[in-house]
């Protein structure tokens, strides 16, 4: 312990070293953007940047990455929140209370309980990740398919299990999304799946991102217009101000959650070092749990504080706790953490178990910046405030477009094919019309991000066991996630018979 | 005629590289062509994976040392086992700034799937900046394994119980997988993992029993005491591993080496040609690429011009025969 507070130290020494300092506040900032601008996102954001960081130390470059990773996992609620499009698919949970809010005139309050549950989740996972790493390595090793099976099951569950949208419609709109991503090509028999005859653009598979901007950007832009038209013009939008006693008082009504936050950040966490997890799954269990133990939750969806304060702080807590299968095992567990492994090879460092031995400068200036990246993000982050509620106070014809070119380049960015844009522009549509029958999206992009994470783990895992599904029972790690999963998928089927028997009791 | 003037004006544009490199200067006579916009590095694999990696390493070295007057920008396309980036780069016809790096999906993918209509013998040779070397991996704590025998003894008592990880279907892995099947007698299971990384890891977890793993994947892990090599794929022992023997030593004539080469579009002009020949000549050469190569224990000379496209259509054979053997593909 006393050896850990030294190291720490130490890496506190580096961290704050002038040139690193600036590179924290300098990548936060940029991250910010990065993260604000939906379909760049903090892996292009980290790629892009990546020759860069030749320029300074390897500490020096791996902070200033960090911090832009970090930067982004902010920056991503921002559009969440303002145009309902999630930049990012960590951020996907954020929109489905944020922009509730920020309709209703309360932007100011979503923004700010997204940055503070973010610095709450960022903060409480280095903590956790200071002293608890390499215990927590040894769990993100053993985690084989079969356990990142029963925890995405647990994703899913801890989702639908709440009931409340119509049932058969959410199962409708979960199937069309899992039928998405099973485009492309399949990993298991190497074989190309869905891709209507030849056509190559189908190849690489559907973007979880073309889905969401499709429906969200596009689809939510026309529903505007449709609203826009029948109230004559007016915007539907209520306008949002920000004061400094509006802020206060935010802030006190944010105090409030601390349950959820804490709730949000230690869940997060241990998601996020599961190895190929990520921030995603982290988040939307965390939007689920909120809601289960929440008084009210009929409230979520509708404007929760809690919905946006569970995913915020558990998809900031995961960025932190996917580092660790990064650093010990060379494995990474997210997207970006794959550049950084990129970027580590060129800095002429080793991931892997040794690195926290061989290369302690590294390690513990890396851990030290994030706690500095999580101070600056949040400062930086609230000071941006009253600039992005000022965009949302242009005129909804102006503002339109402004979207509009932000669909297109978010299609486009990340697979680089046009293709891709058409297919999102015809999601737009067809979400648009789904809307108008009132079926639920948001379980289509839930299957589409969590598809390709579930079925090659799903297959794998009865590769192994030679078709028995019992191996998702029998083992150590899955079995009780598993049963959890399927207690809680019941729970609905369960709840009304728990009241029944009380009634009669 | 035509032909054998082209081919030697290649070999003069090869061994003008050559002695550029060793005389210091900067370009050759030969070498007009200046790009003249931001050279596209297509990848064949998705951000973050070896490919990735070893792209924007080279990106790092160019850039660095200031190597070309535009910047390079990976591009990743990663879908179909390379299908995706082999289509892209075939559509490419003429382009002269546009490169691609690749493997060996570069042989197996266009015939398995012929509808493509990628014939790699019309790409453009560039460089082949190194080998990649295979070795057969148990977890160290299997103490009863400590050599190829043991191992065959143990894969055999647990027969379709004995798991081999790898990545991909009829990949690099796969090949060799069902080579040690056939050579030993064995009946291992292969579950395809996306990643080599991951593969590694599901050994060290001992959620596998074995792995033919690239040494660049399991250092960490073997350096960490985790997992252990017990032979190579090569023809020599590798410097890194002097007392793991080679399958050729053990009786079993099994050497197989993975590309990691730079390849243009097709009908690339010449002088673009020779152009990224010299540039990847110099990253070749370059200090970090060398030592990266003896860090992660990868072979291989450089090779471009006529001499890469040799080398292609002798491994495009080789691999066409290993295919019809795992009834991948009908002869």
Request: net charge neutral; no cysteine; glycine share 20%.
């Given at each position: 312990m006393v050896e850990i507070l030294e190291l720490l130290v130490t890496g506190f020494a580096v961290a704050f070293q002038p040139q690193n300092l600036m590179l924290v506040i300098v990548g936060c900032t940029v991250g910010l953007f990065i993260g604000a601008m939906p379909g760049l996102g903090s892996v292009n954001g980290v790629a892009i940047l990546l020759p860069l960081t030749f320029l300074v130390p390897p500490t020096g470059a791996v902070i200033f990455l960090a911090a832009i990773y970090y930067g982004a996992m902010y920056g991503g609620a921002i559009s969440s929140v303002m145009l309902g499009i999630p930049g990012a698919s960590t951020a996907v949970a954020t929109t489905f209370d944020g922009r509730p809010l920020a309709k209703q005139g309360l932007a100011d309050k979503a923004l700010t309980a997204a940055a503070v549950a973010s610095f709450v989740g960022g903060t409480i996972s280095v903590v956790l990740f200071t002293f608890f790493a390499p215990p927590l390595a040894h769990v993100a090793l053993v985690f084989g398919a079969p356990e990142e099976f029963a925890l995405m099951m647990l994703a899913f569950a801890t989702f639908i299990g709440?009931?409340?949208?119509d049932l058969y419609k959410t199962v409708f709109s979960i199937c069309i999304g899992l039928v998405l991503s099973a485009v492309g090509l399949d990993i298991i028999s190497g074989e190309p799946r869905l891709i209507f005859g030849n056509i190559t653009g189908f190849l690489h598979g559907i973007n979880f991102l073309v889905l969401a901007i499709g429906i969200y950007g596009i689809g939510e832009m026309l529903w505007t217009i449709e609203e826009h038209r029948k109230a004559g013009g007016q915007s539907m939008m209520s306008k949002a101000t920000v004061t400094v006693k509006r802020t206060i008082g935010n802030l006190k009504e944010i105090t409030r959650t601390w349950k959820t936050l804490l709730m949000g950040s230690t869940l997060g966490y241990f998601v996020g070092i599961l190895p190929a997890a990520g921030a995603t799954p982290g988040s939307l269990m965390a939007y689920g749990v909120a809601k289960q133990i929440?008084?009210?939750?009929?409230?979520f969806g509708k404007g929760a504080l809690d919905g946006v304060a569970a995913p915020e702080s558990a998809n900031n807590a995961a960025s932190t706790g996917s580092m660790l299968p990064m650093l010990t095992l060379g494995i990474p567990g997210s997207p970006t953490t794959a550049i950084l492994l990129g970027g580590m090879v060129i800095w002429g460092l080793e991931p892997g178990p040794r690195l926290f031995v061989d290369h302690q400068d590294f390690v513990w200036g890396l851990i030290a910046s994030l706690y500095a990246a999580n101070l600056f993000a949040v400062i930086i982050n609230i000071a941006f405030i009253p600039l992005i509620i000022w965009v949302l106070k242009l005129p909804f014809t102006i503002l339109a477009p402004l979207i509009f070119v932000l669909c297109l380049i978010g299609g486009y960015a990340p697979t680089q094919d046009l293709h891709d844009v058409w297919l999102m522009l015809l999601f737009g549509i067809v979400g648009y019309l789904m809307r108008k029958l009132d079926y639920p999206l948001a379980p289509a992009v839930l299957a589409i991000v969590l598809g390709p994470l579930a079925e090659p783990a799903l297959r794998q895992s009865l590769l192994i066991s030679g078709g028995k599904f019992d191996i998702f029972f029998t083992r150590p790690y899955s079995g009780p996630i598993m049963v959890t999963a399927i207690i809680l998928l019941l729970l609905p089927a369960i709840k009304p018979l728990v009241r029944r028997l009380r009634k009669r009791g | 005629m035509k032909a054998l003037r082209r081919k030697l004006l290649v070999h003069g544009l090869a061994l003008g590289a050559g002695l550029a490199l060793t005389a210091g200067t900067a370009s050759t006579a030969l070498a007009e062509f200046q790009p003249k916009k931001p050279i596209e590095f297509v990848v064949m694999a998705g951000k973050g994976g070896g490919a990735d990696k070893a792209v924007r390493f080279f990106q790092s070295i160019i850039a660095e040392n200031n190597l070309a007057p535009v910047p390079v920008t990976p591009i990743n396309k990663p879908g179909g086992t390379g299908a995706e980036a082999l289509v892209y780069l075939n559509g490419k016809k003429g382009d002269d700034h546009t490169i691609m790096f690749t493997l060996n999906s570069f042989y197996t993918t266009p015939l398995r799937q012929p509808a493509l209509g990628v014939d790699i013998a019309e790409f453009t040779p560039i460089a082949r900046m190194a080998e990649d070397t295979f070795l057969l991996w148990v977890h160290s704590d299997r103490k009863d394994i400590n050599n190829v025998d043991d191992f065959v003894k143990a894969a055999k008592a647990k027969g379709s119980g004995w798991i081999m990880a790898g990545t991909g279907k009829a990949s690099e892995d796969n090949l060799l997988t069902d080579f040690l099947n056939s050579a030993y007698g064995l009946n291992m299971k292969y579950v395809p993992y996306k990643g080599g990384g991951k593969v590694a890891k599901e050994l060290a977890g001992k959620n596998a029993d074995s792995t033919v793993n690239n040494p660049s994947e399991q250092l960490g892990f073997y350096q960490a005491g985790n997992t252990k090599p017990l032979a190579a794929f090569t023809p020599q022992r590798l410097p890194m591993f002097k007392d793991t023997p080679t399958f050729r030593e053990l009786g079993q004539d099994m050497v197989y080496f993975m590309q990691r080469t730079v390849v243009g579009a097709p009908g690339m002009s010449k002088e673009a040609q020779a152009y990224y020949t010299d540039l990847f000549s110099k990253v070749y050469n370059s200090d970090k690429w060398q030592k990266y190569l003896k860090d992660k224990s990868l072979q291989g000379d450089l090779l471009t011009g006529d001499a890469l496209m040799d080398y292609w259509k002798r491994e495009r054979e080789v691999h066409r025969k290993m295919l019809i053997k795992m009834g991948a593909i009908s002869g």
């Open positions: 709440l009931g409340g949208d929440s008084k009210n939750p009929e409230k | -």
